[in-house]
């Protein structure tokens, strides 16, 4: 199960996905750096990514907590998601984020 | 408290669950501790980040929010009547001739001790800063990340960023001094609570405060003080408010800060220790909690305490020299019980 993601400096690196994880622990496992400080529980909007277009809809859509903690990131986006609320599984088999720069400095 | 001396025993930079639990370690020693935070309230972790989560991993403790584990600490520790310095950073460390420690905040706050702690857990929380071209420039007068007095802010333009409770809170607390104000907010909607949001929405509907869907883009002025902020609305483009003031908040980071220049090693931004003492690359100064690291360092809260047991055996031997420790328990030992308070 693969995920690729670009850094902030547009490096794009492909790296194993695991299904039932998160995709913050995903990436930070394969150790990009992503900051997630409150360790996946939507408490610091500090794992910040950006989604695809083409993967939006089978990301679905955000929950109500995950909008409000969205609220702390910065350059929100329309596909802007907290990478800790995403699990994967075989329909996200390929899938492609971005990291935004709140999630790394 | 400018200007301000202290001496004590222990110095413990950080008010998290570890440096709190610290201060009973020490406490049951006899020795007497200071603690110092950036934050306005002790908890760390537990109470910034959450306060009404749940931890279940506490022996004999099943269950606990964050605050209440925060609570619980502040009231075991009250006997040995710690000294707090909130707000502020702990920001240089000089040794003394006679090799206490003098610690000094960023508020001119000087502690001399012959042990310094480290509780830093993930770094001192500061605020999240926007990435905003020649932001620096404007940190010295027009922007800022906090309101430490309202009356510096009367007859400004000022725009306020962010959707949660610190924005609207300030929004409409500035409200009757400012000569204007514009919440920009990427949404229609917020995380604050509803009253604030409510009450924001009827000065916007009256036309006394403004209130831009938008995010910020660019801030343009001179010599450091603000003539207006630019912002990016998905309908309407570019758009540039006339402000003296920018206030962003957008909550809370952790950056290791001024302990980078302490002259400890570091891996990684953590402090290497061992796992006798918990002591640094420097004799007398140790680091226990997150912010450590050893072989088989796991960041658990129980983690931190078993260190701070530890850390507190080894920094008497350094504040009472030559005092023999008797190892007592706090069941059955008069003295521990008296320093307690329970006795
Ligand atoms: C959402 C979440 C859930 C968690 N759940 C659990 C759990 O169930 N069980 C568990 O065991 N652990 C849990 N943890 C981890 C636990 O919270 C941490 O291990 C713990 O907070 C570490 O405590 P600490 O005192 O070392 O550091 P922290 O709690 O990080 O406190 C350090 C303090 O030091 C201050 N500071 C740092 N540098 C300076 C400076 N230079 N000047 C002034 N102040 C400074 C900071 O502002 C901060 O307040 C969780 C963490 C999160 C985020
Ligand atoms: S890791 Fe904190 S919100 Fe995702």
């Known amino acids: 199960m693969k995920v690729i993601v670009t850094g902030i400096d547009g490096t794009v690196k492909e790296i194993e996905g695991k299904a039932g994880w998160t995709l913050m622990e995903i990436i930070r496992d394969a150790g990009m750096p992503i900051k997630a400080e409150c360790g996946g529980a939507c408490a610091c909007a500090t794992c910040h990514v950006y989604i695809d277009d083409e993967w939006l809809d089978a990301t679905g859509a955000r929950s109500e907590e995950e909008e409000d903690m969205i609220d702390l990131a910065l350059e929100v986006e329309d596909n802007s998601r907290l990478a800790c609320q995403i699990e994967m599984s075989e329909s996200l088999d390929g899938i492609r984020v971005k990291l935004a720069r709140d999630a790394v400095l | 408290m400018t200007g301000a001396q202290h001496e004590t025993d222990v110095v413990i930079i950080g008010a998290g669950p570890v440096g709190l639990f610290a201060v009973f370690e020490l406490g049951l020693l006899g020795l007497k501790a200071h603690l110092i935070d950036i934050l306005d309230r002790p908890g760390g972790q537990c109470a910034e980040l959450y306060p009404e989560k749940p931890i279940y991993d506490i022996p004999a403790v099943p269950m606990c929010t964050g605050q209440e584990l925060t609570d619980r600490l502040m009231e075991q520790i009250k006997a040995f009547e710690p000294t707090f310095h909130f ?88 409200h009757p001094v400012a000569e204007r104000i514009t919440v920009v907010h990427h949404r229609d909607g917020f995380r604050a609570a509803p009253a604030s949001v409510e009450a924001m929405r009827m000065l916007v509907d009256k036309g006394a405060m403004d209130f831009k869907i938008a995010q910020l883009d660019s801030l343009h002025g001179a010599d450091g003080a603000l003539s207006s902020v630019r912002v990016k609305s998905k309908t309407d483009g570019l758009i540039d408010i006339p402000a003296d003031t920018l206030l962003p908040f957008f909550g809370l980071t952790m950056k290791l800060g001024p302990i980078a220049d302490f002259g400890l090693n570091l891996h990684e931004n953590l402090i290497p220790v061992d796992t006798e003492k918990f002591e640094s690359s420097v004799s007398s100064i140790f680091a226990i909690g997150d912010i450590n690291t050893y072989p088989g360092k796991l960041k658990l809260i129980l983690s931190g305490f078993h260190e701070g047991a530890l850390m507190a055996q080894a920094a008497f031997a350094y504040c009472r020299p030559g005092e023999r420790l008797r190892f007592q328990y706090t069941t059955s030992s008069s003295d521990l019980q008296k320093k307690l308070g329970v006795r």
């Open chain 2, 87 to 174: 707000q502020e950073m702990a920001e240089r460390l000089e040794k003394l001739p006679d090799d206490r420690w003098k610690l000094t905040t960023d508020q001119g706050v000087a502690i001399t001790a012959r042990v310094v702690v480290i509780a830093a857990g993930g770094g001192s929380f500061v605020p999240k800063k926007p990435h905003l071209e020649g932001l620096e420039q404007f940190e010295a007068g027009s922007v800022f990340y906090a309101v430490r007095k309202i009356d510096a802010f009367r007859g400004k333009r000022i725009v306020i960023a962010g959707g949660g409770d610190s924005a609207l809170d300030w929004a409409l607390n500035l």
